[in-house]
């Protein structure tokens, strides 16, 4: 099984997760094929607080759709 080490993004930062372990499977197979530790509730939070203050500032919300799409396209093409 793969292990993945960065389980979060918060504060435009890739983390370890400190929580539980989780386990992905193929939804065709239920095969697991890689493990990560998820994020721990204080984790959560920050990255809550983290989105929040971003949409806030307006710079991603006040951002025009296909600029956000070729965002999304990226931050994609980063998890690959």
Partial sequence: QA????AGFIGGERVAGRGADLVVQDPSS??????????DQGQV???ILSARAA????GW????????????A???????
């Fill in 3 to 6: 292990v993945c080490e960065h």
């Fill in 45 to 47: 939070e920050a990255a």
């Fill in 61 to 72: 919300s006040g951002m025009p759709a296909k600029e956000r799409a070729a965002a999304l």
């Fill in 30 to 39: 239920a095969e697991a094929f890689a493990r990560l530790r998820g994020l």
């Fill in 55 to 58: 949409f806030d500032s307006g």
């Fill in 74 to 80: 990226r931050f994609i093409g980063a998890l690959g």
